[in-house]
């Protein structure tokens, strides 16, 4: 299995831009689809962007399309989130995710970091 770990989380004011790594160790990162994930407050947690193992295609939610990009650096064994145009609605506790099996099949992410708080302040 891999283990995940997040950080670049903080408070930031609307419109600022924030960069959230992901780091992996254990068995090959680049084997995995990764993905991006956020819960806030009392909101199930949603995904909101994903990748294959090679980084060649990605997909987005509606919500975040335009604003924010996910990357990957298999050499680092990293994954990336750079969020611009950050909103207050984007506050939650962003988790980093890898999957066992088809990247666009959400239910296959099944290694977890702990997550990462990112604030949006008015």
């Known amino acids: 299995q891999v283990q995940l770990v997040e950080s670049g989380g903080g408070t930031v004011q609307a419109g600022g831009s924030l960069r959230l790594s992901c780091a992996a160790s254990g068995r090959t990162f680049s084997s995995y689809a990764m993905g991006w994930f956020r819960q806030a407050p009392g909101k199930e947690r949603e995904i909101v962007t994903r990748?294959?193992?090679?980084?060649?295609?990605?997909w987005y939610a509606s919500f975040v399309t335009g604003r924010f990009t996910i990357s990957r650096d298999n050499t680092k064994n990293t994954l990336y989130l750079q969020m611009n145009a950050l909103k207050p609605e984007d506050t939650a506790v962003y988790y980093c995710?890898?999957?066992?099996?088809?990247?666009?099949?959400?239910?296959?992410?099944?290694?977890w970091g702990q997550g990462t708080q990112v604030t949006v302040s008015s």
């Open positions: 995710a890898a999957s066992s099996g088809p990247y666009y099949n959400t239910s296959t992410y099944v290694y």
């Open positions: 990748i294959t193992w090679n980084g060649y295609s990605s």
